[in-house]
C-alpha cells in the first residue's frame, strides 16, 4: 500500500519546494539558504 505523503518524488518532476516561509525555487541552494537567513533574522 502506497502512502502519498510519504512517497518520493522524482527530482525531475519537482518544480518548487512549498514551505511555511513561501515558495522557493531552483537554484534551490540560493533561494533556500536565503529563507534561513530571514528566518534568523526575524528570531
Same mark, same amino acid.
Given at each position: 500500500?502506497?502512502?502519498?505523503?510519504?512517497?518520493?518524488?522524482?527530482?525531475? /518532476?519537482?518544480?518548487?519546494?512549498?514551505?511555511?516561509?513561501?515558495?522557493? $525555487?531552483?537554484?534551490?541552494? $540560493?533561494? /533556500? *539558504?536565503?529563507? /534561513? $537567513? #530571514? *528566518?534568523? *533574522? *526575524? #528570531?
Amino acid at each position: 500500500m502506497a502512502n502519498p505523503a510519504f512517497d518520493r518524488t522524482p527530482h525531475h /518532476l519537482v518544480d518548487a519546494i512549498v514551505t511555511e516561509m513561501g515558495v522557493h $525555487r531552483p537554484p534551490y541552494e $540560493r533561494s /533556500l *539558504a536565503e529563507a /534561513l $537567513r #530571514e *528566518a534568523a *533574522a *526575524a #528570531e
